[in-house]
């Protein structure tokens, strides 16, 4: 069987690319393995500081393949459940992958497809992308990127595109903070290296702390508990061998060493 994907590393940045353009890069069985297995595996290695999630064709993600729902009809609660843990899995381990992902944008972004944008750390979009929420048309509802989509686009909008169903518009997106930046076409491969390279001039162990800093400290109470977690994550990276290197290179004007390899 074809491989849904295309995998290439560039130095120290990883490139995901979803290669379904022919049914815009919807989801079936096979993708949503793949995208597993792959997020898993580098996930796993040291050697990365960005992962670009991009996609071949017209369209980013068009949700969820029509034979695999053709299918998918016929099911019992039973293997509906189980199928959709898988995709749930999935979203898992894109949004639980300790290396920043940034999510190259290049058009329209539907259904389970808002998943896959709502797990990434960064979102670049060209400006003619399209996003919606499609479920409810079909009688169905987002369920299992429902925790990523309300984290990304909040709860209030979520509330509105949930219901209605409605597209939205690349800069709409920006609006609610669901996109970070929207771009003309010719303009997207430098947004996106430009936001590769900066993560990769930071400190490789301080950029995943930091990505593990924000998912652990959002939507916490402020408790003592919390205060003396973050006082103590501060210390230990302190006292670390980079952060000692990355302070000292800092006083001495020069630069550390994982801005010369």
Known sequence: MNSCLS???AGHVARVTLNRPEVRNAFNEVLIQELTATFIELGQRADLRAI???AEGKAFCAGADLNWMKAMASYSWDENHADATKLADMLWALYSCPVPVIARVQGDVYA????LVAC????VAVDGAGFCLSEAKLGLMPATIAPYVVKALGEQASRRYFLTAERFSADEAKRLGFVHEVVAADALDAKVD??????????PAATRACKRLVKDVAGREITDALRDDTARRIADIRASA????GVLSFLSKGKPG???G
């Open 112 to 115: 389970g497809g808002m998943g």
């Open 242 to 245: 980079e952060g000692r290197e």
């Open 52 to 54: 670009v999630l991009a």
């Open 258 to 260: 994982w801005q010369q």
């Open 194 to 203: 430009d936001l590769a390279a900066a993560l990769c001039a930071n400190g």
């Open 7 to 9: 995998l290439t590393t």
């Open 120 to 123: 990434a750390d960064i979102v």
